[in-house]
Structure formats: structure tokens, C-alpha cells
């Protein structure tokens, strides 16, 4: 499971695009979250899975404003090009 952790550190490190990265981040918190649940169980620590809940429903949450922030972006990046387009062409 390490050995996947480290390719998906790599994965946000390099990308190519943001949605790989955000992808790559996701991922990391999943795992990071069963290797949490995972030695809860061991050593028998309850309030390690609320800790796990927790860290799950910010990483959720996170991807998503990040995943919005980053469309939002995007649409503005393309009206704005048009407008541009737009512009060039009535010259």
C-alpha cells in the first residue's frame, strides 16, 4: 500500500494537468484514511475511526471546492478567450 502511496505522491508532484493532480490527492487520502481504520482495528483505538471519519469528510469536501474553484476557473479562462476571439475577428 506504501508503494501506491508514493505513485500517487508522484502523480500530484507531476501531474500533467490539475484534474491528475487533484485525482492524485484523492487518492492519497483514501488510502492515508484505510491505513488509519486499519490500525484502529489493531490496537483497538476507538477514536481513531472518528478521526478517520473526520479526516474522510474533509478530504470529500475538499475535493470538492477544489473541484469547483478549478471549473469555475476554466469557464471563465473560455469566456474570456471567446470575447477575445470575438474581438479579433471584427477587426
Known amino acids: 500500500m506504501l508503494v501506491f502511496m508514493i ?8 501531474g500533467p494537468s ?3 493532480r487533484l485525482l492524485g490527492l484523492n487518492l492519497l487520502t483514501t488510502k ?5 481504520i486499519v490500525f484502529a482495528s489493531i490496537s483497538d483505538v476507538a477514536f481513531l475511526m472518528d478521526f478517520a471519519l473526520v479526516y474522510a469528510l474533509f478530504g470529500f469536501i475538499g475535493t470538492i471546492f ?11 479562462l473560455r469566456a474570456r478567450e471567446e470575447r477575445t476571439h470575438e474581438a479579433g475577428e471584427g477587426n
Open 66 to 76: 477544489v473541484a469547483l474553484f478549478l471549473s469555475e476557473r476554466q469557464r471563465k
Open 7 to 14: 505513485l500517487f505522491m508522484v502523480r500530484v508532484a507531476i
Open 32 to 36: 492515508t484514511i484505510v491505513i488509519i
Open 18 to 20: 490539475i484534474w491528475d
